[in-house]
């Protein structure tokens, strides 16, 4: 009986082990919005390209050639927007931790003269930590109006939806990075 327990004990240790030795990799592994450090990360790998995928889902293109209405019609299409705007309404909700640095250690602006330096956003923030909550709010629930849109398969709602999305955000860039642009001299 000893020796059954022994050989019993190894089996479930060698069993162990190999559990623990084995590793699950995902082939293609979605961005992880958690992983964005700075606000300009977050905006520039998951808010900019998942609100460009709803904005982008319906269009209407007048050419010479005629016009193109560019829409999503299958399944599969659809479910590509939705992921889309859940991705974008987990993004906003990252958005509103304002502690949250604007951008990493010497960073400098990409438009100098049009938008504030990464320093003189993160000011602007520091000073109002409410309105950026509040704009990275509205970007949720705009998002979520957009999801709602799509679950009921209404382009003609979504690009209304698109609109307030960017309306959105072009407000908050008013007031945190770009300011100056707006003020009478």
């Known amino acids: 009986m000893h020796l059954i327990t022994k050989s019993a004990l190894l089996v479930t240790s060698l069993l162990s082990l190999t559990a623990c030795s084995e590793q699950t990799v995902s082939p293609n592994p979605l961005p ?57 309404i987990e993004a906003a909700s990252l958005l509103a931790d304002t502690g949250r640095p604007v951008a990493a250690t010497g960073v400098k602006s990409e438009n100098p003269g049009i938008e504030e330096s990464p320093e003189e956003i993160q000011k602007l923030i520091t000073a109002n930590p409410k309105m950026f909550t509040l704009y990275a709010q509205q970007l949720r629930v705009r998002a979520e109006e957009a999801l709602a849109a799509i679950e009921a398969k209404n382009p003609t709602a979504l690009v209304e939806i698109g609109g307030r999305i960017d309306e959105t955000c072009e407000q908050c860039h008013k007031v945190f990075w770009y300011p100056n642009q707006f003020k009478s001299n």
């Open 32 to 88: 992880n919005p958690t992983s964005a450090g700075t606000i300009q990360e977050l905006m520039l790998n998951h808010i900019d390209p998942h609100a460009d995928g709803v904005w982008n889902a319906v269009s209407t293109t007048v050419t010479a050639a005629g016009i193109d209405e560019k829409q999503p019609r299958t399944d599969d299409e659809w479910t590509a927007v939705k992921q889309h705007a859940t991705a974008l």
